[in-house]
């Protein structure tokens, strides 16, 4: 069975979702690709992985954690799972261009494949895809938005309040 819960933060609403003692998901709601809540779900805010997820992300969007600590089992093919595991790896604070995240994944030459892979990104925050950015250092795809990504690099100090990568030098 699915559980989920709702938490608001400052850069929204998340809906989480877990199944069994592992985390299943973390979207914003009404992002691009977010599930809708199915009425099969059970909220469950109580539930281990969803309180704790609630807790740590809360700490990181207060600036006190840089990575997160929590089980995690999200769903994709092979590929897609090779290429979040990537974007797991990503220092806090630091970016990847698309084309080295596919050449990481095993996959060189397909920038646009990991791509589309980062942004079927089942656990926004979590597994790092904001870390993401285009061979010009651009800010480019985001399930949240342009705007929530670069907050979430603001916050990590990857860039300066009100700058965008890749737009810094034209400045």
């Not at 996959?107 to 979590?126: D, E, K, M, Q, V």
Request: net charge neutral; with cysteine.
């Amino acid at each position: 069975m699915i559980r989920y819960s709702r938490f608001v933060t400052p850069l929204g609403t998340l809906i989480a979702t877990a199944v069994g003692g592992a985390l299943t998901g973390l979207y914003y709601e009404h992002g691009r690709h977010a599930p809708g809540v199915d009425p099969a779900w059970k909220a469950d805010p109580a539930c281990a992985p969803l309180g704790e997820c609630a807790r740590q992300i809360g700490e990181y969007l207060e600036g006190v954690r840089r990575q997160f600590e929590l089980p995690l089992a999200p769903q994709g093919s092979e590929f897609q799972r090779r290429v979040w595991i990537e974007i797991a790896r990503i220092p806090f604070g630091e970016t990847l261009t698309y084309a080295e995240l596919a050449a990481r994944a095993g996959a060189p030459g397909a920038a646009r494949a990991a791509g589309a892979a980062t942004g079927r990104n089942p656990l926004s925050i979590i597994v790092p895809c904001h870390r993401v950015v285009g061979s010009d250092g651009s800010l480019t795809g985001y399930a949240g938005g342009i705007e929530k990504k670069t907050r979430l690099l603001e916050l990590e100090g990857a860039i300066a309040q009100g700058e965008l990568l890749g737009q810094a030098a034209a400045a």
